[in-house]
């Protein structure tokens, strides 16, 4: 399902399947807002052709997925799998409450890598590395915040 207007400001109203709330402080909460979504949008939907095959799954998803597949060092099976049994990672791909379906075929990675190229992977690898590096940073001062925090009291 495709979220309603800026897909890179999601609220936490994520529907998590035993009525929980998702942790804010989860990394793949914190990564979905670091990943500049519609830069990635407009480069996957430009490699597709409008007029021949079927509809373009949601960029978000595929990209998402990829980002997942490569983060967690996995096959293009396990990362769909992993995507069906985590609503963080659900979260991270988009979706607004927990679905049961895989999102897609495994298979489709192998077309997306075809289809993508290794330039416009690499470059959207490089938008994702500095915008990881940001998390990094911010996790990091988190932590030293809290520390010190701790340490005054």
Known sequence: M???????????DYQMPFGDDLNPDNRWVKMAHLIPWNEFKKIYYNQMD???GRPAKDARVVIGA??????????DEETIQTIKENPYIQY??????????KPFEP?????????LGIETLNSMNEKFINNFKKLEQELTQD???????KKKS
């Open 2 to 12: 495709r979220k309603n207007g800026n897909p890179d400001q999601i609220e936490l």
């Open 107 to 115: 298979s489709l990675f192998v077309a997306i890598r075809k289809r």
């Open 143 to 149: 932590k030293n915040q809290e520390s010190n925090s």
């Open 92 to 101: 991270f791909l988009g979706y607004s409450k927990f679905q049961y379906d």
């Open 50 to 52: 409008d007029d021949t």
């Open 66 to 75: 990829l980002i997942v597949k490569h983060k967690q060092g996995l096959s």
